[in-house]
T-cell receptor, first 113, second 119 residues
Framework: GIQVEQSPPDLILQEGANSTLRCNFS?????LQWFHQNPWGQLINLFY???GTKQNGRLSATTVATERYSLLYISSSQTTDSGVYFC???????????????FGQGTILTVHP | GAVVSQHPSRVICKSGTSVKIECRSL??????MFWYRQFPKQSLMLMAT?????????EQGVEKDKFLINHASLTLSTLTVTSAHPEDSSFYIC???????????????FGSGTQLSVL
């Protein structure tokens, strides 16, 4: 199956700093999503971005499907940005693979005031 | 966006009992729902694909007799952990998509998860 690798595994920032999280995937995808898991375990869907670039406030994401990677940018980080960020990819296979997501191991982000 | 409701959010049970977790799509119909499991400080692992009106499809290594999945309607899927043991303690999360295509992966929406603790 598809492999998803995220880097860095841990990231510590001072409030106001910018950061870039990376997600590499091993095969072509039809689905690429970024999530933020808060301390209570809830997964917040940040971006659905199988290709291209999207922005939402201080967050933006870019996926270069041909090179099999995606980047999540966080600008002017805040303490509330702390948590685990997951990248998840769905294979470009359809059929029985439809809707299946493989998650990366996540990046643990800690933002200090 | 679409809302997926999961209940209960937390359950503590004795070893040997069964626990049922519900996953509902509140404002859309979900032909397919997915169940994931997450151990502490680890990633999410897909357990099974829940198909409305038919048997669930389990991932390799997941015991279908231990984790019973029922998808009786287009808005409800249930996961029952039968004869739970401490090693079943975990965070369980469901997801659903309102897409109905078979060749396109649509955006998936997730429930808020259920923390199961088996004593």
């Amino acid at each position: 199956g598809i492999q998803v690798e995220q880097s860095p595994p841990d990231l510590i920032l001072q409030e106001g700093a910018n950061s870039t999280l990376r997600c590499n995937f091993s095969d072509s995808v039809n689905n690429l999503q970024w999530f933020h898991q808060n301390p209570w375990g809830q997964l917040i869907n940040l971006f659905y971005i199988p290709s291209g670039t999207k922005q939402n406030g201080r967050l933006s994401a870019t996926t270069v499907a041909t090179e099999r990677y995606s980047l999540l940018y966080i600008s002017s980080s805040q303490t509330t940005d702390s948590g685990v960020y997951f990248c998840a990819a769905g294979p470009n296979a359809g059929g029985t693979s439809y809707g299946k997501l493989t998650f990366g191991q996540g990046t643990i982000l800690t933002v200090h005031p | 966006g679409a809302v997926v409701s999961q209940h209960p959010s937390r359950v503590i049970c004795k070893s040997g009992t069964s626990v049922k977790i519900e996953c509902r799509s509140l404002d859309f119909q979900a032909t397919t729902m997915f169940w994931y499991r997450q151990f502490p400080k680890q990633s999410l692992m897909l357990m099974a694909t829940s198909n409305e009106g038919s048997k669930a499809t389990y991932e390799q290594g997941v015991e279908k007799d231990k984790f019973l999945i029922n998808h009786a309607s287009l808005t409800l899927s249930t996961l029952t952990v039968t004869s739970a043991h401490p090693e079943d303690s975990s965070f369980y999360i469901c997801s659903a998509s309102y897409g109905r295509g078979i060749t396109t992966n649509e955006k998936l929406f997730f429930g808020s998860g259920t923390q199961l603790s088996v004593l």
